[in-house]
């Protein structure tokens, strides 16, 4: 099964619309079939566009729980490159959520899983936004990534491939800097969620994305998962789509 729907956008701000707009129908479904909402929000650089759009969507936020993706091991919420800093600063500070559930690796890392594990299985998640990383890579399940484990949360190895992508997108100021670990939400809590909003920009991702819908389904190159899930929208821009013919 591939993508049900694949679009190709000529900018990055036209893909961060089409793919805002998408997933705030879907938001806007949840809450007039239920009364809420529940969604996954992801960072990187490739969510700016994305994220900027969302937050500008006609949607009741107040009834909206939110759930963050991943996160380093050992990076303060006050570090440049910390994900809680960017989604406080890109998305909760800017829309009245009921809830926003951050993972807290600073903490204990076991203890924020099973923390956050016993918590994102009380509210079945609407939408998934989610990128895919450089080495195809979805949240921080780096390949070989583990498609079996039940946990909705895990500790991960990040390896180098992950780690000179957040390098190279100014995170941090040299290699060593960038943690070997993380807390990264599952491969089967993702693919649990009703829809899944798949956003990837730029021509470092083009290699990525040929992987993700030419290769067969493999922990190898994590994204691929993503053919087997019913209602997966993978926006791209030209040059993310530069490989595909």
Not at 27 to 48: D, P, Y
Not at 52 to 65: A, G, M, N, P, Y
Request: glycine content about 4%; aromatic content about 8%.
């Amino acid at each position: 099964m591939e993508f049900m729907n694949i679009s190709v956008s000529k900018s990055k701000p036209a893909l961060g619309l089409l793919a805002a707009q998408k997933g705030a129908s879907f938001i806007r479904k949840a809450l007039l079939e239920r009364g809420n909402a529940n969604i996954i929000v992801a960072t990187g650089a490739s969510q700016f566009e994305m994220l900027s759009e969302l937050v500008r969507q006609e949607i009741d936020w107040t009834k909206v729980t939110a759930f963050h993706l991943d996160e380093y091991i050992g990076i303060p919420d006050t570090h440049p490159a910390s994900f809680r800093k960017y989604l406080k600063e890109r998305f909760a500070s800017l829309v009245p959520l009921k809830e926003f559930n951050y993972v807290n690796a600073d903490t204990d890392p076991y203890g924020e899983c099973t923390r956050l594990g016993q918590k994102i299985r009380e509210f079945p998640i609407d939408v998934a936004f989610i990128g895919i990383g450089e080495n195809g890579h979805i949240a921080f399940n780096d390949p070989p990534a583990d498609f079996d484990t039940e946990e909705p949360y895990l500790v991960v190895n990040l390896d180098e491939a992950c780690r000179r992508q957040q390098l190279g997108e100014g995170w941090f100021p040299t290699l060593e800097d960038v943690p070997e670990q993380a807390i990264s939400m599952s491969v089967k809590q993702i693919m649990k969620s009703a829809t899944i909003i798949c956003t990837v920009p730029d021509e470092r991702k083009a290699e990525a994305v040929f992987h993700t819908l030419n290769d067969p389904v493999s922990p190898m190159c994590p994204a691929t998962i993503l053919r087997e899930h019913p209602e997966a929208y993978l926006f791209l821009d030209e040059a993310a789509a530069s490989k595909l013919k």
